[in-house]
């Protein structure tokens, strides 16, 4: 039997089996959840696993995975933003829904989103939620491509991955703690993570891995794509990682690691899955078909949605400005701002978000009850004529050891319009006068924007065009500065290399 026929083979059980017994792992995380009062939400049951087609012993019940899904969506559609430009919803939601549909859960309420992120990322939650960045969207050449990607997801959600490793890797209080910046240096004065952000940096294993390949592959032919295109990706994949210069957020490799010879095992896959299913077209190779879905696809960071520039971070869409501290990292989302100083010098973070409307002072009494944090000042203020609240206060927070610290908390509450702006500046209460004038710079420097030219900022965009004569790729690509990238990086956004020749008439992706 080939290797890919043993990966195919080893997720059908012979005959169907009961639940399997509980192993000394599953009944010491089970007395842990016990002793923390947990045992009702993570409760030892017998699940079906979709891809095994048996029930096993889990700790996580459907009906919590169904939960989790639920409640994680909110929270990663907030933290992210759905991409809501054109019809590449659609179009994602289309290709998922019909390969899920020759999935081994056909039945389970799918849902396909597309986040408005730069980072090149693909990942499922529980339940049946399949998410795609944008940002992996520009690097793919076709349908099948992505077919094979989201059948990979939805693989991790019928083998049930995320249940094992929630086993596995003891992440217990899912949805019972509030909060959550994952930023790494915020994370220690924030607790854990809510539960969409935690299952998002579960790291799947290399057996897990294995497994949503050749599920992917599988579920890809079955609807009828040439899922070995998907290989090319996954090559293109590697390429990126070897040149990206670090993120706060995890790429598709970091949490979907490498089993070893990816690019050939699923060539091997979709070799045998196509022997299963005869009658499969392998169709979503063209890119005629695919690549004007990307055309105008928003490429890269988007400036609209926040940018530093000469010690600012400017907010074009929410026409606001406030200064960064000298070398501290900003890490900037769609629902909010997170600061950190340089290495580890400083124990200190700082949060910008917004909030619902209503007047600071409000807004400042309900932050001080939901945290029952205790006043150390409270007084009202204004900031470049716009109406504000400071408040000073001490909060006990979780510590990575599971204890409690305590923690002071300069906050700025700032009307602007019908909007409301929050400012929190965290740090250690024993060393918090160290880092304070630190947070006060920040809160005063908040202004409203008005440079109309910063107002008008816009992003770089993928474009669609049509080669006029036929070269080797490096000298023919139309003018890559343009966009500000290089003919290099052009040929990874392609799938091609710098001395590749090309045709006249082919479509390539270019960035303006």
């Not at 897990?208 to 009828?224: F, K």
């Not at 109309?452 to 474009?463: G, H, S, V």
């Amino acid at each position: 039997m080939s290797d890919a026929n043993e990966i195919a083979a080893s997720l059908k059980p012979a005959h169907s089996a009961g639940c399997a017994p509980v192993s000394g792992r599953g009944r010491q995380v089970a007395r842990a959840l016990g002793a923390l009062g947990l045992a009702g939400m993570l409760a030892s049951s017998c699940v079906v696993n979709y891809a095994k087609g048996r029930s096993e012993f889990s700790l996580v019940s459907q009906a919590q995975e169904l939960e989790m899904g639920r409640m994680g969506d909110k929270e990663i559609l907030a933290q992210f933003g759905a991409y809501g430009e054109g019809s590449l919803n659609a179009f994602v939601e289309r290709v998922g829904t019909t390969v899920a549909a020759h999935s081994d859960a056909p039945t389970l309420q799918w849902h396909f989103r597309v986040l408005d992120s730069p980072v090149v990322n693909a990942f499922a939650l529980p339940g049946g939620y399949i998410y795609v960045s944008r940002g992996l969207l520009a690097y793919l050449q076709n349908e099948a491509q992505l077919a094979m990607i989201l059948g990979h997801e939805i693989g991790h959600v019928t083998a049930r991955h995320t249940a094992g490793q929630i086993t596995r890797q003891n992440v217990v209080g899912l949805g019972l703690q509030l909060g959550g910046l994952f930023f790494e240096g915020v994370r220690p004065y924030m607790g854990l993570l809510q539960t969409g952000m935690q299952l998002l940096f579960l790291t799947y294993s290399r057996g897990d891995e294995t497994a949503a390949d050749a599920l992917g592959v599988t579920y890809a032919i079955r609807a009828g794509y040439a899922a070995g295109e998907g290989a090319a990706f996954f090559q293109t994949l590697k390429r990126l990682e070897a040149g990206k210069q670090g993120s706060t957020l995890p790429t598709f490799l970091s949490t979907h690691p490498d089993p070893g010879d990816r690019e050939k095992t699923i060539l091997k896959l979709a070799a045998a899955a196509q022997q299963q299913s005869p009658g499969a077209v392998g169709k979503g190779r063209d890119l005629a078909g695919f690549l004007p879905k990307l055309d105008g696809v928003v490429f890269g960071e988007d400036p609209r949605q926040g940018f530093v520039r000469n010690g600012l971070f400017i907010h074009p869409k929410l026409a606001f400005q406030f200064p960064v501290p000298t070398n501290w990292k900003v890490h900037n989302l769609p629902s909010k701002v997170e600061m950190v100083p340089p290495g580890q010098q400083v124990q200190a973070a700082m949060l910008m978000q917004g909030a619902p409307p209503t007047t600071p002072l409000a807004a400042a009494e309900a932050f001080a009850t939901a945290n029952k944090a205790t006043v150390l000042r409270s007084e009202p203020a204004t900031v470049h004529g716009l109406a504000a609240h400071r408040l000073v206060s001490r909060v006990a927070m979780a510590n990575a050891q599971g204890g409690t610290m305590a923690v002071t908390v300069a906050s700025s509450f700032i009307r602007k319009g019908d909007q409301l702006f929050v400012l929190h500046g965290y740090a250690p209460s024993e060393s918090f006068a160290n880092v304070s004038g630190t947070f006060e710079q920040v809160f005063a420097g908040f202004a409203p924007l008005t440079d109309r030219k910063l107002l008008d900022t816009q992003p770089k965009r993928l474009d669609i065009v049509t080669l006029n004569r036929p070269g080797l790729f490096q000298a023919v690509v139309p003018n890559p500065a343009a966009g500000g990238v290089t003919a290099t990086e052009l040929s990874v956004l392609n799938q091609r290399q710098p001395a590749d020749p090309v045709s006249a008439g082919a479509l390539l992706k270019v960035v303006k």
